[in-house]
């Protein structure tokens, strides 16, 4: 299995990260960081799932280990490190990888709801003027951080 995004590809099966065909070097921690995230698309993996996955229960509050291992996968991979379109960050949640796929759909929204819940940033995709209940979404709670 292999997942693309930008001019990167995961190679699943074998372990390898390719961009613009040329082999990347990552260090094992960097590559099964990025192999968790390739395994769910699109999903948002909070800290505490990350440290588990990749690092163990010993070190779940270490979250920073998380923030700098993903600045460094983006170094490495994004086209702009500083803004990344792919290896995303959920702001107090976690990351997500975007693959190119999932880009396309949000161009093409006419318009978006946030609401946030305990856990992760939801975006709902709505019609032109038009929110889930009968209220408009509370846009200083969608803008906290």
């Known amino acids: 299995m292999s997942v693309s995004f930008g001019e990167v590809v995961v190679d699943l099966a ?8 040329a082999l990347v070097h990552l260090t094992p921690t960097e590559y099964e960081l990025l192999a968790t995230l390739a395994r769910d698309p699109g999903k948002v993996l909070t800290h505490a799932m990350l440290l588990r996955s ?13 923030r700098v291992y993903m600045a460094r996968l ?10 990344p379109r792919h290896l995303v960050t959920q702001s107090g949640v976690g990351y997500r990888l975007v693959t190119d796929d999932l880009l396309a759909p949000a ?4 318009s978006a709801t946030i609401s946030r819940g305990p856990e992760r940033d939801i ?7 038009s929110f889930p209940s009968s209220d408009p979404p509370s846009w200083s709670n969608a803008v906290a951080s």
């Open 107 to 110: 161009a093409t929204t006419s």
């Open 74 to 83: 983006r170094r490495k991979l994004e086209e702009d490190p500083s803004r």
């Open 54 to 66: 990749v690092w163990g229960l010993a070190y779940q509050g270490e979250t920073h280990y998380v």
């Open 123 to 129: 975006v709902d995709e709505v019609g032109e003027g």
């Open 14 to 21: 074998r372990q390898q990260v390719l961009r613009n065909g």
